[in-house]
């Protein structure tokens, strides 16, 4: 990424050589990271699982700790069918 968050097209294409899982989270509407820059991350990763909390921004993780805690134990777990089960409003895979 460049510049105030645009992608830049070397970069990005990288990103599909990782390999290794990723839980990407954001909150569905952050000014800082911009959030549609976790959909952009989560899709480009080959074994991303993605989660937006809603109605939050930058700090989702003071509003949902609970939600992202348990998200984050199912996903570091492996447990598939668990990660997968929409939990939020905005939880995509």
Same mark, same amino acid.
């Given at each position: 990424? =460049?510049?105030?968050? %645009?992608? #830049?097209? !070397?970069?990005? !294409?990288?990103?599909?050589? %990782?390999?290794? !899982? &990723? *839980? =990407?989270?954001?909150?569905?509407?952050? &000014?800082?990271?911009?959030? #549609?820059?976790?959909?952009?991350?989560?899709?480009?990763? /080959?074994?991303?699982?993605?989660? %937006?909390? /809603?109605?939050?921004? +930058?700090? *989702?993780?003071?509003?949902?700790?609970?939600? *992202?805690?348990?998200? !984050?134990?199912? *996903?570091? &777990?492996?447990?598939?069918?668990?990660?997968?089960? /929409? =939990?939020? /409003? +905005?939880?995509?895979?």
């Amino acid at each position: 990424m =460049v510049g105030a968050g %645009i992608p #830049e097209a !070397s970069a990005l !294409s990288r990103l599909a050589a %990782i390999t290794q !899982s &990723t *839980f =990407v989270a954001n909150g569905d509407n952050d &000014t800082m990271i911009h959030t #549609e820059n976790s959909y952009l991350l989560a899709h480009l990763l /080959p074994n991303a699982q993605l989660g %937006i909390y /809603p109605d939050s921004g +930058h700090g *989702f993780l003071d509003q949902y700790p609970e939600l *992202f805690a348990d998200q !984050s134990r199912r *996903f570091s &777990t492996a447990d598939e069918a668990a990660i997968r089960r /929409p =939990v939020a /409003p +905005h939880y995509h895979r």
